[in-house]
């Protein structure tokens, strides 16, 4: 380093340039103070080693000293800066060996004698140094001189009288010290005479100071005085802190307990800076190490405690664990000496020296100081000086009047806080570091919670300017809330004012940061202190006790206990009574009833810790199975519902738990939604409404509270108000309802992935009747400028929001009801005049403003081809309409008026009520039915009004751009289908609907059309509901039923309801081929006819639902059937077929699916009631029995014939059993004879075919897909309408099939069927075939359907051309292709081949092209109903007309067939014969011979080939045909035919089940492939 600071060339340039370098580096680093450090070791260097050129020679000596001269003058310690250089030199030198070195050193210093002073040269050379230099005489002299110095300066002591032997100077010392201090006598004074004491009597100074301490901790109170007295007198800090020390120790024995005086003593000394912490800290008991090991022996017997209390404890333990705490307690009678650490920091807080008794905390655990109270009261008192100012300012309420806290003497102690700011600084720390212990100062705990109401004020207040600011406060007394104000709640026992105090604060913060104090208090405070966990696990004990013993009879005493508990651990009480109330839900009364007690606060926690019972992630919210809600959850929904309807609890924080649930696509938590409104708002999801509620549900509100739901909803009206207010104050209303429509569909295609099917529609119902619930919520609370507000237009619903049509106009429609009255008001008002008429057009006018965009925007919802058949406006009329608007509840009115009188009856003749409550109950009623006759009167001008409108919008309404058929299709599609199982009055609104679309004369609206759609093929429908939606379209089937059976009961209503109304108008064919179509009404009998068809229809899909064996089917018909018993089944063999296939699924079903059996009981018991009710077929349409002219008659009615059912299969039954034959013979026998006794009219009269003509919709469709398939089929379908056709060949048809369908249905009852496959292929052939047989047996009526049909099975083809080519020899054999839906009417046999003929004739004509297939259907039902009553009055056809037409046919017939049995009979004929030897055998076996002839005829569709015995049969029964077909068409000869289908189908049948199921599947792979 100093060749750095002088380089070799200024030495050998010295006088030159090197002298000034030198001392230009030596001013330079004078004057530069970058660090002292730094320059003073440069400039040492710089010295160094211009000494060192000098003892090395390089540098002359007085060159050298004349520069050190100059270089003095730089810095005023220079010269002791060059005697350290000497210093150093002097040690480098002197281990030397080259003594000129050592000269030249020594004749350096000798020339620098007068720079440096001679006593530093002495300090720092060695003696032998300075004596060559002659500063001193001998080096050995001046050594020994030295080692006297330090003996007398260190060692040596002055010897002081000790006490006992002089104590005069003593006793004036102590006279002095505790003299009266109140005059002017100051600290300066004594301390003189103190002094002169000391040099008097030479007293010990030492001792001295000891003294004054003494006499200082006699007279603490007098800090002014010995303060400054110690201050003035003491000479090392570190002597005072010893003496303390000692004092201190004196103390540490067992037992000994330190004088507070002490404590304060040395408090006080801290806070006056007179010692150290640290120095005095180290002479206090105990060490911190055993402090720490108490803590946690407190913490681990708290657990212990808790674990005890928790645990189930035998009786032999108990007396162990006594006898160990008794040892426990014996050994801490044995106390310890005191925490003399914990004595000081209560001093230290006592003077307001809060620097260092936070300094004494921080060594300590957390709360440990804190958990002894007099540290804890100490701190306390220490805050409320510190507050006082601002509590004065901004915490004390109006009135209040407390005890002022005046500040400390101390300047050291915290500055009292005048603004929220100064809070900060120490106030905070303080509340911190004294935690769960507030509680020992509930004053103060009041203080501060108000401190914080002042703040909130102002943070509400505050308009953003510091809002940083205001935002750090705010975390800081939410922080204070978490860690010190809920803590201290816990440990204060049943403090009620406190709670309240506490919530007054907590209302002003927002429930997500309540809820998230709840969750801290709960979950983490009582794990942070052993005082808490014991607190913690006392609570729980305690509420053990209390609900073990909660009943309804003890609910108040129990409720005090509950409320005492609560008001200190809220928390930990109501998690255990959840816990509780999840297991045993019948707890829920009596715990509500007991919650009155509880304080707002504790509401409020209860609100939170239901919710956190509900998200607990633990929990699973299915059962085990799967298929339902669990109970847990069950049962804390209805907890929820009673506890925010009966105590004032803010909902925000459940609606808000609700809505994220559903956000996050789970819909459980819906249960909880539900069951609040329905107990906060009165509103009952109730699909299982009587007749009478439904009824009142139609009316007004009144009318609805009143009647309308199953408990009288009572006092619901701040209950609703809070709810209303929480929907929207949080903006939850309108979100809670998207998110429900929305969710509906998510719980099929979102969450029913892995689900099972039953819950998936608990779910879906769940969902949709809380929907429907929350929406009439809405409608009937909010205003109607909140409703509009909040709801958006339709088209946004649907398009932007992709909320469900139904659900859109759901909610939008109370705001079309809501927005045409108020425009209707205006109107009024606008102009006067009271005229009815004028009202009605003022109406009008309204519902045009108001749905006039309503129009428009239902346009975007549908695609446009939508709009040809039905207008927007009437479909939006229709979704926008209800109940109240359409019909007037009168009974219910009544009903309801009615009750109200007995009810003042019942007043008047109380004896014991008093006379005023009498008047009060009195007034009730009458205000009652004031209100109630009020609304019926103004529900009766408006739906007058609602009709008038309806009146006039009719004609646009249906536009039938296309089809009627399409037009039905449309309205069931986007309307009634929709809407009928969306609740129970839209279920009732949707048949009422169809009844005033009918009564209104709507063109283009074809009533019977849309009847039959309705009734028939219900299955589809029926297995793709929920089971609530099962029982509303239940409601909407029995409504339907009911406006049909009025129409069915009674000629004289049916004429006036029905008669000239468009909507039973059909087209009629002439009697002839060269009539023309013409239109006309549906006479009343033939619309008997086809209300059975319609009933045959529905017994029909019941029975293939009931015999499927999937449990939603099963599950669905059995609701829709309990809901439609009033209405059916009428028909007695109807009704016994339905029991029967019941009767099976309850024995099926008992111990497999028991909550099938229950429906299926509880039906078959309802059903069985109404057995007297029900009539025989011939009673419930008009239809004559056939005559015989040989061999037994069989007349079969449909499922059963007098109480026995015909037990007949239908074409598609291939595995169903032979062994009913016997049975079907003796039946089809008993019933002939009862047909015989009856029927002895040569000219029985005719009856439509229940399977064919008018409205058979199964038909129907399939003969409109067959249309679009087939133009060829169209046109021969269309030539139909022209042939007259026979009511003789219509009656026959309806007679076999009703007689054949319910054969069919018992046969599958007894048979078990093998494949759901198998099911639905029977049907199909079942139905085809009757439509087939249905077309032949009417000559003249629809040909294409039974031709489609064929096509559709080529089966039937088949058979029919192998049937053809038998039929060569007798040419009357055709009739034999009667399906199995038709038993013919006894005519000749040739006037069947003679209609057979026609048909097949009339094929290959083409005919004029018509709107629709339906339409011709129904037009052929009414033909056949003209041709009727024709017939009765006029002669039939000429016979040789009927001949003529009869060969045509029957040799058109005949090519066909051949075509047909060519491509087939290679790939049957090896079939048929093995199965024909298996049905003869069988047939032998089982039935005999005769059972052939009383069986009924199979579809031509499943009928082999016959064999050698059955061409014999035919061809006689051929020839018979030959000889009849002379005979008019009026004549009884039928007989031979009969007998001659019964053994076709007997032989089919037997084939059938001979060749067991691969025939079947072979007979279908072959049908497919023709197809």
């Known amino acids: 380093m100093a060749a750095l600071v002088v380089p070799a060339d200024w030495i050998r340039n010295w006088e030159k340039s090197g002298k000034n370098e030198f001392l230009q580096l030596c001013r330079n680093l004078a004057e530069s103070k970058p660090s002292d450090d730094v320059t003073l070791r440069d400039i040492q260097a710089a010295l160094y080693e211009l000494a060192w050129q000098v003892i090395k020679g390089n540098l002359k000596l007085d060159q050298a000293a004349s520069v050190l001269n100059d270089v003095m003058e730089f810095r005023e310690d220079m010269s002791s800066i060059l005697a350290d250089v000497f210093c150093i030199l002097d040690i480098e030198t002197g281990c030397l060996e080259e003594k000129n070195k050592r000269e030249h050193f020594t004749q350096l210093v000798g020339a620098c004698l007068v720079l440096v002073p001679d006593t530093v040269l002495k300090e720092r ?381 907590f209302k002003m913060f927002p429930y997500q940061h309540r809820y998230r104090l709840y969750g801290q208090w709960k979950n983490e405070t009582y794990n942070s202190h052993p005082l808490l966990v014991k607190v913690k696990a006392q609570t729980v004990d305690r509420a053990k006790y209390i609900m073990k013993r909660l009943t309804k009879e003890n609910v108040k005493p129990s409720g005090r206990q509950i409320g005492k508990l609560s008001h200190s651990n809220p928390t930990i009480l109501f998690d255990y009574m959840l816990s509780q109330i999840q297991w045993y839900d019948n707890l829920i009364t009596p715990v509500v009833d007991s919650l009155k007690y509880l304080t707002s606060l504790n509401y409020d926690v209860l609100a939170y810790c239901i919710i956190e019972a509900l998200a607990n992630p633990e929990k699973e919210k299915m059962k085990h199975d799967d298929t339902t809600i669990s109970a847990w959850l069950q049962s804390l929904a209805s907890l929820c519902g009673s506890v925010f309807r009966k105590y004032p609890i803010e909902l925000a924080g459940l609606l808000q738990y609700v809505t994220n649930q559903l956000k996050a696509g789970k819909s459980f938590d819906l249960l909880i939604l539900k069951e609040v409104v329905q107990k906060m708002a009165g509103i009952e999801i109730a699909d299982e409404m009587t007749q009478e509620q439904l009824e009142a549900m139609t009316g007004g509100e009144q009318l609805k509270a009143e009647g309308g739901y199953f408990g009288q909803i009572r006092n619901t009206k701040k209950s609703s108000q809070r709810l209303k207010d929480a929907l929207l104050d949080h903006e939850l209303a309108l979100p809670l309802c998207l998110l429900m429509a929305q969710q509906r569909n998510g719980v099929v295609f979102l969450e029913g992935g892995e689900k099972h099917l ?148 019942a007043i008047d003749e109380n004896p014991e009520m008093p006379p005023n409550k009498k008047k009060k109950e009195k007034e009730r009623c009458t205000a009652l039915q004031d209100k109630l006759q009020e609304e019926e009167k103004k529900q009766l001008e408006h739906v007058q009004r609602v009709l008038q409108r309806l009146k006039l919008e009719k004609d646009n309404w249906l536009l039938a751009k296309s089809t009627k058929n399409e037009t039905i299709t449309k309205f069931l599609q986007l309307c009634i289908f929709p809407r009928c199982i969306f609740s129970a009055i839209d279920a009732v609104y949707c048949a009422r609907f169809v009844e005033l679309v009918h009564q209104q004369r709507t063109p283009n609206f074809c009533t019977l059309l849309c009847y039959d759609r309705v009734f028939s093929d219900i299955i589809y429908t029926v297995a793709s509901c929920t089971e609530n939606e099962a029982r509303r379209y239940g409601r909407f089937l029995c409504c339907m039923l009911d406006t049909v059976t009025r129409w069915h009961s009674d000629r004289a209503i049916y004429e006036k309801e029905c008669g000239n109304y468009p909507g039973f108008l059909t087209i009629l064919r002439a009697t002839g081929f060269d009539g023309g179509n013409k239109a006309d009404q549906l006479d009343y009998e033939n619309f008997r006819h086809v209300v059975h068809k319609w009933h045959y229809k529905l017994t029909k899909a019941s029975v293939h639902c009931l015999e499927t064996g999937e449990y939603t089917h099963i599950r669905n018909i059995l609701i829709v059937l309990t809901k439609i018993l009033l209405c059916y089944p009428k028909v007695l063999n109807l009704g016994q077929a339905l029991e029967r296939r019941v009767h099976k699924i309850c024995l099926e079903e008992k111990e497999k699916r028991p909550d099938l059996y229950a429906l299926a009981m509880g039906y078959s018991g309802q059903l069985k009631s109404r057995k007297p009710y029900m009539v025989p077929e011939n009673e419930f349409h008009h239809k004559e029995l056939p005559v015989r002219n040989t061999g037994p008659t069989t007349v079969q009615n449909g499922p059963g014939s007098a109480g026995k059912p015909a037990s007949t299969t239908s074409t598609g039954k291939p ?190 004509h083409p005919s004029p092209s018509h709107s629709s297939t339906v339409k011709d259907n129904l037009n052929e039902l009414k033909d056949s109903a003209t041709k009727h009553y024709t017939n009765h009055s006029t002669a039939t056809l000429s016979k040789s007309k009927e001949r003529e037409v009869d060969k045509k046919d029957m040799e058109k017939s005949r090519d066909r067939s051949r075509e047909r049995e060519k491509k087939e009979r290679k790939r049957d004929h090896s079939n048929s014969d093995r199965e024909v030897a298996q049905e003869l055998k069988r047939r032998k076996d089982e039935n005999g011979t005769s059972s052939s002839k009383h069986s009924k005829s199979e579809s031509p569709s499943n009928s082999p080939q016959p064999n050698e015995k059955e061409k014999s049969k035919s061809s006689k029964s051929s020839s018979k045909e030959k000889s009849d077909s002379a005979k008019p068409e009026k004549g009884s000869s039928g007989g031979k035919k009969e007998s001659r289908h019964d053994k076709e189908k007997a032989e089919k049948k037997e084939k059938r089940e001979s060749t067991g199921a691969k025939e079947d599947k072979k007979h279908h792979k072959s049908s497919d492939k023709h197809r």
């Open 1215 to 1404: 595995e169903e059993g032979a062994s009913e034959e016997n049975e079907k013979s003796k039946e089809k026998s008993q019933s002939a004879a009862k047909a015989a006794s009856k029927t002895n009219n040569t000219t029985p009269k005719v009856t439509t075919s229940n399977g064919n003509g008018a409205t058979n919709s199964t038909k129907l469709i399939k003969e409109k897909e067959d249309k679009d398939k087939s133009g060829k089929e169209k046109n021969k379908e269309k030539k139909e309408k022209t042939p007259a056709a026979t009511p003789e060949a219509k009656a026959p048809g309806k007679e076999k099939q009703k007689e054949e369908r319910p054969g069919k249905e018992e046969k599958t009852r007894e048979t078990k069927e093998k494949t759901p496959k198998s099911e639905k292929e029977k049907f199909k052939k079942d139905e085809k075939a009757s439509k087939d047989d249905k077309a032949k047996a009417s000559g003249g009526e629809l040909k294409s359907s039974a031709e489609k049909e064929r096509e559709k099975e080529p089966s039937k083809e088949r058979d029919v051309a192998k049937e053809a080519k038998t039929k060569e020899s007798s040419k009357g054999e055709k009739a034999a292709v009667a399906g199995s839906l038709k038993s013919p009417v006894p005519r000749s046999e040739s006037s069947e081949s003679e209609r057979e003929q026609k048909r097949r004739k009339l094929d290959t």
């Open 758 to 905: 039953k819950l998936v529609g608990k779910l879906y119902d769940q969902c949709h009747d809380t929907l429907v619930q929350f929406g009439g919520f809405l409608a009937s609370n909010l205003s109607t400028e909140d409703y509009i507000k909040r709801v958006p237009s339709v088209d946004i619903l649907c398009n932007q929001f992709h909320t469900p049509h139904d659900a859109a106009f759901f909610l939008s429609r109370p705001m079309y009801a809501h927005q045409i009255l108020s425009k209707y008001d205006e109107l009024k008002k606008t102009e006067k005049g009271n005229r009815q008429q004028q009202k009605v057009h003022k109406y009008i006018a309204a519902c045009d403003l108001v749905m006039a965009p309503v129009h428009d925007s239902v346009v975007s919802l549908h695609p446009p081809k939508v709009w040809d058949d039905i207008s927007p406006q009437f479909y939006a009329t229709f979704w926008s309409l209800t109940m109240y608007d359409l019909a007037v509840p009168h009974n219910a009115y009544n009903r309801e008026v009615n009750k109200l009188k007995v009810q003042m009856k």
């Open 125 to 505: 050379l060695d003696p032998e140094t300075l004596e060559s230099l002659g500063l001193i005489k001998q080096a050995q002299q001046f050594n020994q001189k030295i080692v006297k110095i330090k003996t007398k300066l260190f060692y040596k002591q002055q010897k002081f009288n000790l006490l006992r032997e002089e104590n005069e100077g003593y006793a004036k010392l102590i006279t002095e010290l505790g003299q009266d201090l109140s005059g002017n006598i100051t600290s300066r004074l004594v301390l003189e005479n103190i002094k002169s004491l000391i040099g008097c009597f030479n007293l010990d100074p030492n001792r001295v100071l000891d003294i004054i301490l003494e006499v200082y901790e006699c007279r603490s109170d007098q800090d002014e005085f010995f303060v400054p007295l110690i201050k003035s007198y003491m000479c090392e800090a570190q002597t005072l802190c010893h003496i303390l020390g000692f004092k201190f120790k004196f103390y540490q024995e067992p037992n000994g307990e330190t004088p507070s005086s002490l404590y304060h003593v040395a408090a006080a000394l801290l806070q006056h800076n007179l010692i150290e912490l640290g120095d005095l800290y180290v002479h206090l008991l105990p060490m911190d190490p055993s402090i720490l090991e108490e803590h946690k022996r407190e913490i681990t017997e708290a657990k212990q405690i808790a674990r005890k209390l928790t645990m189930v404890v035998v009786p032999s333990e108990k007396t162990e664990e006594k006898d160990k705490e008794k040892e426990k307690e014996e050994e801490k009678n044995e106390k310890p000496p005191d925490n003399q650490k914990l004595g000081l920091l209560e001093a230290l807080l006592k003077i307001g020296d809060w620097q260092h008794a936070q300094s004494i905390m921080d060594q300590m655990p957390s709360f440990y100081a804190a958990s002894h109270k007099s540290i804890a009261v100490a701190l306390c008192q220490l805050l409320h000086i510190t507050i006082e100012p601002l509590y004065r300012r901004a915490g004390v309420p109006k009135g209040a009047k407390g005890a002022l806290n005046r500040p400390l003497k101390s300047k050291q102690a915290p500055k009292p806080a005048e603004a929220f700011e100064d809070l900060r600084k120490e106030v905070f720390t303080m509340l911190c570091y004294l935690g769960p212990h507030l509680s020992h100062d509930p004053v103060l705990f009041a203080k501060i919670v108000r401190l914080g109401k002042g703040f909130m004020k102002e943070y509400q207040n505050d308009k953003q300017e510091d809002k940083d600011r205001m935002d750090t406060l705010l975390s800081c007394f939410l922080s204070i809330t978490d860690q010190v104000l809920l803590p201290s709640l816990t440990l204060m026992d049943c403090n009620a004012c406190m709670s309240e105090e506490l919530w007054g604060l």
